[in-house]
C-alpha cells in the first residue's frame, strides 16, 4: 500500500466518525469545505505526481471510491437534517390547508347567547331527568289527570300512567321549588318530547329553555321587564313585543307573547303567516295552586314562568325557514351561519 492510499485510509476514517457525530448544519458545510473541495483538490494534484502508470490508476480510482464515498455520506447527512430541498422525496414549498376546528351547532349557539342574557340578569341555571314522573310533568303543574289541559300536550309514556318523556322542563321548575326556598330564580333548558308527526314546523323532539322566579312582590311588570330585555338582546333593539292574552294551566294571567316578524319588518311574509307577527314565547304569573303545592304562602310570595322553543327561535333567528334544517347536519350551511 502507498503512502497515499494509507492516507486516504486514515482520512476515510475520521470523515466517517466525523459525519456520524454531526450536530448541524454548519458542520456539515465545514465537513463539505475540507474533504471535498480542499483535501480532493489536495488528492488530485498528487495524483498528478504518480509517475507509475498502474500506480496512477489504481490511485485514481481508490479516490475516485472515496469522492462517492463522501458524496453520498453528506447526501444523506443532508437528508437526515432535511437540509436537501432539491430532493425529490420533499417539497417544502407546498401550502398545507388549514385544519378546520369546526364549531358549535347553531342550537347550541343561540342557547348561549340566550343563558348569558339571563345569567347576566340574575338567573342561575337547572338541569332536571328527561324521563319524568307524571307528578312534576303534570299533577303539580295544575293539570291533574282527566284535565283536559293535558290534551294540549300529546305525551310519550314509558309506563304509562305515572312514568313519561317529559313534555316540557316545567317540571325542573317543580323539583327545583320542592328543594328550595324563594327567593328562586332559574332557567332549565333541555329536551322535551310531544307525540307530532315531523313537518317543517315540528319534531317530536325539541329544545325548550324555561324560566322561573319566585319571590315576594313579584308582578307582571317584572315579566315584562325580563322578557322584552331578552327579545331586543337577541334579535335587536328595533323589534317590537308584544303581550297576549292565551290560556296554560300552570299560570295565571297567562300571555303569549309576539315579536314583529324580523323577516318582513310587519309588511306580512310565509315566516309571519302575513300576520307581521311571530309567536315567540309562552309566559304568565305562576298559579296560586302551583305555589302552594309545593308547600309556598301564595299570599305572601309570587313569581312569573315563561318558556321559549329553542328550535322555533333558531329558524327565525338563522331564517332558516324548515325546522328539519336544524337536524340535517348540512356543514356548508353551517359554515354560512
Ligand atoms: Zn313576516
Not at 174 to 184: A, D, F, G
Request: some cysteine; aromatic content about 10%.
Amino acid at each position: 500500500m502507498s503512502n497515499l492510499e494509507a492516507e486516504i485510509n486514515s482520512k476515510e476514517k475520521l470523515f466517517l466518525e466525523e459525519i456520524s457525530t454531526l450536530k448541524n448544519i454548519n458542520d456539515l458545510n465545514t465537513i463539505k469545505d475540507v474533504y471535498l473541495k480542499k483535501y480532493m483538490r489536495v488528492l488530485y494534484s498528487n495524483l498528478k505526481t504518480v509517475k507509475d502508470l498502474e500506480e496512477k490508476k489504481n490511485l485514481g480510482k481508490i479516490i475516485n471510491d472515496f469522492k462517492k464515498l463522501l458524496e453520498l455520506k453528506i447526501s444523506e447527512t443532508e437528508d437526515r437534517f432535511s437540509l436537501k430541498t432539491t430532493s425529490s422525496e420533499y417539497d417544502f414549498t407546498i401550502r398545507k390547508d388549514s385544519i378546520k376546528l369546526g364549531s358549535g351547532h347553531p342550537l347550541i349557539k343561540l342557547y348561549k347567547k340566550i343563558e348569558e342574557i339571563l345569567i347576566s340578569m340574575g338567573f342561575s341555571v337547572v338541569q332536571g331527568p328527561e324521563v319524568e314522573l307524571d307528578k312534576y310533568n303534570f299533577e303539580m303543574l295544575n293539570m291533574p289527570s282527566h284535565h283536559p289541559a293535558r290534551d294540549m300536550q300529546d305525551t310519550f309514556y314509558i309506563t304509562a300512567p305515572n312514568v313519561l318523556l317529559r313534555s316540557h322542563t316545567s317540571s325542573v321548575q317543580i323539583r327545583t321549588m320542592l328543594e328550595k326556598s324563594p327567593p328562586i330564580q332559574i332557567i332549565s333548558p333541555g329536551t322535551v318530547y310531544r307525540v307530532d308527526d315531523i313537518d317543517p314546523q315540528h319534531t317530536p323532539m325539541f329544545y325548550q329553555v324555561e324560566g322561573l322566579m319566585v319571590a315576594e312582590g313579584i308582578s307582571f311588570a317584572n315579566l315584562k321587564a325580563v322578557l322584552i330585555t331578552l327579545l331586543k338582546e337577541v334579535f335587536g333593539e328595533s323589534i317590537e313585543v308584544r303581550f297576549r292574552p292565551t290560556y296554560y294551566p300552570y299560570t295565571e294571567p297567562s300571555a303569549a307573547i309576539d315579536m314583529s316578524c324580523t323577516e318582513c319588518g310587519k309588511r306580512g311574509c310565509r315566516t309571519c303567516g302575513y300576520s307581521g307577527w311571530i309567536t315567540v314565547l309562552g309566559s304568565g304569573m305562576v298559579h296560586p295552586n302551583v305555589l302552594e303545592g309545593v308547600g309556598y304562602d301564595s299570599s305572601k310570595y309570587s313569581g312569573f314562568a315563561f318558556g321559549l322553543g329553542l328550535n322555533r327561535l333558531a329558524l327565525i333567528y338563522y331564517g332558516l325557514g324548515e325546522i328539519r334544517k336544524l337536524y340535517e347536519n348540512d356543514i356548508s350551511l353551517w359554515d354560512q351561519i
